[in-house]
């Protein structure tokens, strides 16, 4: 019975592992258990220990090939088979093909009767048999602290469980033990005094009436592990592991850009909107319009034949789709084309874990290329503040992988700590835009900022954020030395400008129609010099002409007084004077 | 009807005192000097007790493990008293003869 195998070989090679096949399990353990050595399971009633140890034994069979003994303590054949069944497993049919061999033992106090020496042999020849009959790899006790109960000596006990896990090991199986959570240490009975390879620790917690379950390797000799707390939940599938950072940073990233559906908006994220696969952080004090937001944001996705799932934790879809047609955006239509899918859930139903598993199943039913969640504060109710962190980083991270565009709504209680509320979360989001309040003049305007967008040259100016019967829009805020004027105060300032610049508009003209008039009397003015001028040069003329006459008179007159003295003299003068004279006639 | 460890005689009598018959089983492994201490206990309780009306049976569960699940066998060696009923187990060396007694019902406690 006691198989003498020889103990794994070197020990220089890398521990061998052995993979549970638990969802997120082996990324946290580096790859699974320590093959070929007992690992205790322990944690307080109802965590799920039992289901941990069933379900390593059903995939290992099912995934691995490795059978395995399920040695239970507590529970029958029949119970172990309805538990598991309800994994989706096929158990029984396991159980034929000889791959699982379900072993129940059972102890009744009432029965035993302690008289000398004895050990526990009868259980490793059962154990073995068992064992050997099938060639497991695998074993689980569930859970060896029925034996104190069942056995009264409890030092022949102790001895024989050290004695068990030797023997465990040497026969080489990959071996889970569950045990009860012990008051001042792991377990009850202080099994893991015994099984030092590998301890995992399963929590049950309720926080504020809500409750959430944990796993932690506390021990893992001989191994690097995540030694966080790290929720887990068990679903239709059985238990999943929810590593916060199992996915890296190392998303695919794209460049292509979406519309916010929202034309001025898109026009301050540089012109084009969202990248695809962003996450998108809108915070706002409550009214501000956040669900409009992302409402249109969904309803433009939707129309461009992207598939969108909304969550909503606050409103149910019919209530959602009325408050939308009132601004004109008609979602009911694209609801029915299948585009948009609407899955409402109160925060508190459940746990944040299970709220971030439903959220993963849904996106992987409905492979969204858009998902909006309104608002993610709600969930911060689920849980605390950092398991919320924890909980968005974990969502952003999925959603990053698979190209899958975000965005959240949360809302800022009013006050002086809008944007440091909300620190935690915003830096895990590539946009971030701020939706705010501004009081004055009896009336409350809602004003939009984009705080931050990762990778594009978003506009650093206020906006005011208007809702109207037929959508959104969003106007120049007014900048003055004042500061930031919104609502009637801008209507008044811009009447103000209005005004201002009719009469400078006035005043403009009346200096044109003086000018117009000055260069008027300028030209009549001209016109009259001119008119002088010309009159004078007339003058002119004639006066030359008259000196003309008088001289051609004159030296006819002259030569006809020569004529008439017979003079001979001077006839130069008569030669040039006759030329004038034809000249003249 | 159930093999026994040919070492181990098996011993049968009737009663003319009482018509219960008791029906004892021992569960072993091997002839360890345990196992060995705990029939030579039982049989003197026996022979003093139930002279004449009882029955054991010796079985080594290395042979017959089935038996072994049956019985729900953890302890060895386990003493089972089959008949009459109710079943009861006795583990140990039966070492403890007082203790026998009251297990067996042989003895009110105290």
Known sequence: ?585 | MKRAKPAMPRRAAFSSKSAEFWYLRLYVVGETPRSLAAFSNLTKICESHLEGRYNIEVIDIANHTQFANGDQILAIPTLVRRLPHPVRKIIGDLSDTERVLVGLNLRTAG
């Open chain 1, 1 to 585: 019975m006691r198989n003498k195998r020889s103990p794994p070989a070197s020990p220089a090679t890398r521990l061998a592992k052995c993979p549970t096949g638990i969802n997120g399990l082996d990324e946290i353990t580096g790859g699974g258990l320590p093959r070929g050595r007992p690992t205790l399971v322990c944690g307080g009633a109802g965590c799920g220990k039992t289901l941990f140890a069933a379900e390593f034994i059903v995939r290992g069979a099912a995934q691995f090939d490795e059978p395995g003994v399920f040695m239970s303590f507590e529970e029958t054949d029949a119970e172990l088979k309805a538990n598991v069944a309800s994994l989706g497993f096929d158990l029984a049919g396991l159980v034929r093909r000889k791959k699982i061999l379900l072993e129940h033992v059972h102890i009744e106090r009432s029965e035993i009767h302690e008289t000398g020496e004895y050990d526990l042999e009868g259980l490793f020849v059962r154990l073995n048999h068992a064992i050997d009959s099938i060639g497991a790899k695998r074993v689980v006790l569930d859970t060896l602290e029925a034996l104190f109960a069942g056995l009264p000596n409890e030092a022949i006990l102790r001895a024989e469980l050290r004695r068990l896990f030797r023997w465990l090991k040497v026969k080489g199986v990959t071996a889970v033990i569950t045990a009860e959570r012990g008051l001042e240490q792991l377990t009850r009975h202080g099994l893991e005094e015994y099984v030092s390879d590998c301890v995992i620790l399963l929590d049950h917690r309720v926080n504020d009436q809500i409750a959430t379950r944990h796993l932690r390797v506390v021990k893992y000799r001989g191994a690097l592990h995540g030694t966080n707390e790290f929720p887990f939940l068990i679903g239709d599938d059985g238990l999943t592991v929810l590593p916060i950072t199992s996915l890296g940073l190392n998303h695919r990233v794209s460049s292509q850009r979406i519309s916010t559906g929202i034309p001025r908006l898109d026009a301050m994220l540089s012109g084009k909107g969202f990248f695809r696969g962003s996450s998108v952080l809108l915070t706002g004090t409550p009214g501000t319009g956040k669900t409009i937001i992302a409402c249109c944001f969904a309803e433009a996705a939707a129309r461009r034949g992207d598939r969108v799932l909304f969550f909503s934790f606050e409103e149910s879809p019919n209530q959602i789709a009325r408050n939308m047609r009132s601004i004109g955006l008609r979602l009911d239509p694209l609801v029915d084309q299948g585009l948009l899918r609407f899955h409402a859930s109160r925060p508190s139903l459940y746990g944040l874990e299970m709220h971030l598993a439903t959220m993963f199943k849904e996106i992987a039913t409905f492979q969204p290329d858009v998902v909006v969640m309104d608002p993610i504060t709600s969930l911060m109710a689920a849980g605390t503040d950092s398991e919320t962190k924890a909980m968005v980083t974990r969502l952003i991270d999925y959603l990053k992988g698979g190209q899958i565009t975000s965005l959240f709504t949360s809302l800022t209680h009013g006050g002086h700590s809008l944007q440091q509320s909300e620190i935690a979360m915003s830096s895990l989001m590539d946009s971030w835009m701020l939706l705010e309040d501004f009081e004055g003049n009896g009336e409350r305007n809602r004003v939009l900022y984009v705080i931050k967008a990762r990778g594009m040259a978003h506009s650093n100016q206020v906006r005011e954020f208007l809702i109207s019967n037929h959508g959104i829009d969003l106007v120049d805020a007014y900048i003055g030395p004042s500061g930031v004027l919104t609502g009637s105060a801008r209507a008044a300032q811009t009447a103000r400008e209005k005004a201002a610049s009719l009469a400078s508009h006035q005043d403009g003209a009346r200096r044109k129609r003086e000018l117009e008039s000055k260069r008027e009397a300028l030209e009549r003015q001209i016109g009259g010099l001119r008119s002088e001028y010309a009159a004078s040069a007339d003058e002119l003329r004639q006066i030359d002409r008259q000196v003309g006459t008088q001289t051609r008179l004159l030296s006819v007159e002259r030569s006809e007084l020569e004529r008439l003295r017979h003079a001979d003299v001077s006839m130069p003068e008569r030669e040039r004077g006759k030329p004038i004279e034809e000249k003249k006639r």
